[in-house]
């Protein structure tokens, strides 16, 4: 009472001989949110001239609202009061067009332009998509903070202030980054999940960066793919805190600490470039980094592992490293080529 219905209670209904059927009135307070059915309770009670066998009932109201769509639009010709499922009607911003999706729906920039005037939440599982040739600019900082859910972005061009994050990772099943530019911003994708989650970053670039990726927080058992992408002057590339990162045919350059940095877990690199960084990958914690088929040249240092250093950096005979101001400080381990 109060929110789904008005109570209607104590009320007097009074049957005259032979009749069986009264009818009162229970005001519903209606909505526009798709729920499941609810029930609320009658009580026949305190009778007079007759005897009460069953004095209970139950009353449904029925839920008549349509489930969130699939799919909702955004524009930068939209209205944020749209119903935003259809195309010829989108919403302005995704903060408006996120509440009206389904879980795991998908929400579609039609056209080039500024998509946020306020920091986002992601809840839920969604989908945000911009096509090729769809410029989609978000200028503020992005929380994905959605429980077991699946999230993904793709063709998103987020630039920052040099402060602020681009997208926070607190909670979800999965983070999927697709064709997404990250600039300027204190981290680009900071993983602080305190439970494990699978991400995939793909295709993308980082730069201008305090660091490209942070991670892991709290989730030492992160799993983190990378592939296709390139760091560029950032502090540094990634700075793997936690998890396992594997990193394959992407690009490390012009970063000004180092391209790879690895604190703990496990970094494991492919067929990757590190040219005129600081350093080219550097160990300073427990952690471990492997380095194969890659190329590390024109850097301060090639490969680093830090004085006290109780991690490893091994170095696949498959390497080129050449070139560097010096290739190699500390005890790096080289393994022939197999």
Not at 111 to 137: C, E, N, Q, R
Not at 145 to 172: E, I
Not at 218 to 239: H, K
């Amino acid at each position: 009472a109060g929110s789904d219905y008005t109570a209607a209670g104590p009320t007097a209904v009074t049957f005259a001989a032979g009749v069986t059927t009264q009818t009162f009135q229970v005001p519903v307070v209606g909505d526009t949110t798709s729920e499941p059915d609810e029930t609320f309770h009658v009580t026949l009670s305190a009778p007079s001239g007759l005897t009460i066998l069953d004095g209970l009932g139950v009353a449904t109201i029925t839920n008549d609202d349509a489930p969130p769509p699939a799919r909702v639009f955004v524009s930068v010709n939209g209205n944020d009061g749209n119903v935003c499922s259809v195309q010829t009607t989108p919403c302005r911003t995704l903060a408006a067009a996120l509440p009206q999706v389904a879980n795991d729906g998908e929400v579609i920039v039609l056209d080039s332009g500024d998509y946020a005037t306020a920091p986002i939440s992601i809840l839920s599982g969604v989908k945000i998509s911009s096509p090729s040739g769809t410029v989609a600019f978000i200028r503020q900082p992005i929380t994905v903070n959605a429980p077991g859910a699946r999230v993904a972005l793709r063709g998103l061009s987020l630039k920052g202030d040099g402060a602020d994050d681009c997208v926070t990772l607190t909670a979800a099943h999965s983070l999927s980054i697709e064709d997404t530019s990250f600039d300027s911003c204190g981290v680009g994708l900071k993983l602080s999940n305190a439970l494990a989650a699978h991400v995939s970053v793909v295709s993308s670039t980082f730069l201008f960066n305090g660091a490209g990726i942070e991670g892991g927080g709290g989730a030492a058992l992160n799993l983190i793919s990378v592939e296709e992408v390139r760091f560029l002057r950032n502090s540094s590339g990634i700075d793997a805190t936690a998890g396992t990162f594997t990193v394959r045919d992407s690009a490390f350059a012009g970063n000004l600490l180092a391209g790879l940095r690895v604190a703990s877990g496990s970094v494991s690199v492919q067929r990757s470039e590190f040219a005129f960084n600081f350093q080219g990958v550097e160990v300073y914690g427990p952690g471990t980094a492997r380095l194969a088929r890659s190329r590390v040249f024109g850097n301060g240092i090639g490969l680093t592992l830090a004085p006290g250093s109780p991690g490893a950096l091994i170095s696949f005979g498959t390497n080129q490293i050449r070139g560097n101001t010096a290739n190699v400080s500390g005890a790096v381990t080289p393994v022939p080529e197999q």
